[in-house]
């Protein structure tokens, strides 16, 4: 009986610190890591290239095609921006809802 005493008296300091470094290991401080938004830019270069291919006067069809894929290309350039801005709005969204 005194060795089963001896061993059980043994054993609970020996458990508790074990429990104590578990519980300790695992606790973890929170750490708010803020996200880097990067406000979308207009790419202008690209809308200057296209804008130089637009034809003043057309006089013929080939000029209003030309002005008219010239126009589309610009087009996609401004809903490639549209998209880029609708992302950017909803990151800002999710950091504020976030808080």
Do not use: H, W
């Amino acid at each position: 009986m005194l060795v089963l005493n001896a061993v059980v008296c043994t054993l609970i300091p020996v458990v508790f610190f074990i429990l104590l470094a578990f519980a300790l290991s695992s606790c973890a401080t929170r750490v708010t890591v803020q996200n880097p938004v990067m406000v979308p830019e207009i790419p202008k270069d690209e809308i200057e290239e296209l804008r130089m291919l637009l034809i003043d006067e057309p006089q013929t069809q080939k000029d209003l095609m030309n002005n008219l894929y010239v126009t589309e290309g610009l087009l996609y350039v401004y809903v490639d921006y549209t998209d880029a801005l609708e992302g950017y709005i909803e990151d800002i969204s999710s950091d504020v809802f976030e808080e």
